[in-house]
């Protein structure tokens, strides 16, 4: 006899016991080597991430009192190895790897490629700043370049709303994940530059792992990018995550919220801003006009009766007339004394000339009676010398010269006659280089 009775149905919480207290006594301690991604790290201090390779991945968790005695911090793209126990978080029914131990097993093929791809366009200029264009002060029209269901789109839209409504906003659909994304990014980037009706792209999307925001390290994309006319902000993932459009793109923003406030002017600051000016200009206008009308009080007390204000000027005119008739006198007795003055200058002008000339003849006179002085006194020199010839002819030394002899008395007075002595006297008799002295024993005259 067969029973109806059915066996006893399952809770879904009885089950994943079930299942984790299975998997917990199957597996001993392992090791397991992947790639690591979707690291996160709560306030909790607990780390909470994902190891893959090319075909799958599984959930990972290491709480505090493990990680803490741990000196290698690892991040998203980081190849590991860890040593774990298998087991199922029964809340969610995931089976993940509960891990005790982790080191570093070198980096992931996709952060491999990540860093070549991005060391390869930097050597080609596509992130040079020279490239770099200048975003609109106010944009006409925005584009949006990123999955139109995504919540990306959502937080640009909400973020426009709050701060400038009124900017138009073009929205070119593309997916930002899969192995589409690339093309359809790439698409939407030519098409936006084709239309020419945005000033401002933002291209990007949500946060994700880095497989999740791969289409943004993709070269297909970073040369639609760098070649696109129209500026980009590239807005992919959270703060800390940095992709390849980041670098090639104009700006990058942290968030896509973050770069629909780059983009937007803030209304209300711009309300603020456009009453504070108006409040300044009432303000300058009313003490304007203030000062205004204290000066016309001003010119009001200054108005007098014409009969006075005539007097006022007929006085100043009687003023002004001995004024000017003082004026000319001393201006004409200035100019007087001044034509004095021109007319010495004047006159010591004339003189020089005449003095200047005459001074010139004197030093010409002068120069000539040196030149007749010298000339005179050469043959002066001649004549004298002539004389000197002559004279040396007839002079007594000269007859020395050629032999005779001068009888002298003793006073010096020549004896010209044998009678003009007499025998015993003194004589001199003087030769050419000195004198004798001698007496006269014979006087003998000649006969005739």
Not at 85 to 95: A, E, I, M, T
Not at 139 to 165: E, N, Y
Not at 391 to 410: C, F, K, Q
């Amino acid at each position: 006899m067969q029973s109806n009775q059915t066996p006893p149905a399952f809770t879904v919480s009885e089950l994943n016991n079930e299942v984790k207290s299975l998997l917990e006594s199957s597996f001993r301690i392992i090791q397991v080597e992947g790639e690591l991604s979707n690291f996160v790290r709560p306030g909790s201090g607990h780390w909470y991430f994902t190891l893959k390779d090319s075909g799958a991945q599984v959930r990972c968790a290491m709480f505090k009192n493990r990680n803490h005695y741990l000196n290698y911090q690892p991040k998203n793209g980081d190849k590991v190895r860890v040593r774990a126990k298998v087991s199922l978080y029964p809340g969610r029914g995931d089976y993940q790897l509960i891990c005790d131990y982790m080191e570093d097993a070198g980096i992931g093929s996709l952060q491999q490629a990540y860093e070549a791809l991005k060391l390869q366009l930097q050597r080609q200029g596509l992130f040079d700043q020279s490239h770099k264009k200048t975003l609109p002060l106010q944009p006409k029209r925005l584009g949006i370049i990123t999955s139109p269901t995504g919540a990306a789109v959502h937080d640009i839209l909400t973020v426009l709303q709050r701060r400038f409504p009124s900017l138009p906003v073009n929205i070119y659909p593309a997916r930002v994940q899969g192995n589409e994304a690339t093309d359809e990014i790439v698409a939407a980037i030519e098409t936006a530059n084709s239309h020419n009706t945005c000033d401002v792209l933002i291209v990007g999307r949500g946060g994700g792992s880095l497989e999740d925001l791969w289409c943004f390290n993709e070269a297909r994309v970073a040369e639609a990018i760098f070649n696109s006319r129209i500026p980009v902000i590239s807005a992919v993932g959270h703060e800390t995550d940095v992709s390849i459009a980041d670098f090639v793109a104009d700006v990058r923003a942290p968030t896509p919220s973050a770069a629909a406030e780059i983009i937007s002017p803030d209304q209300a600051h711009l309300q603020l801003r456009l009453q504070q000016l108006h409040n300044r200009l009432q303000h300058n206008m009313q003490q304007k006009l203030s000062r205004y009308q204290e000066k016309l009080r001003w010119i009001s007390n200054r108005l007098k009766h014409p009969g006075d204000k005539l007097n006022e000027h007929a006085q100043r005119l009687d003023d002004l007339e001995l004024r000017l008739s003082k004026a000319m006198q001393q201006a004409v007795t200035t100019r007087q004394d001044k034509l004095q003055q021109l007319q010495q200058r004047q006159q010591r002008c004339l003189q020089q000339p005449r003095i200047s000339a005459l001074q010139q003849k004197v030093n010409e006179l002068g120069h000539r009676l040196e030149q007749l002085s010298l000339q005179y006194q050469a043959r002066q020199q001649l004549r004298l010398q002539a004389i000197a010839g002559r004279l040396n002819g007839v002079s007594p030394l000269a007859t020395l010269e050629r032999g005779y002899a001068i009888t002298e008395r003793p006073d010096g007075k020549v004896i010209q006659q044998v009678k003009a002595v007499n025998p015993g006297e003194e004589i001199h008799i003087r030769l050419q280089d000195g004198r004798i002295r001698s007496q006269v024993t014979e006087v003998i005259p000649d006969l005739l």
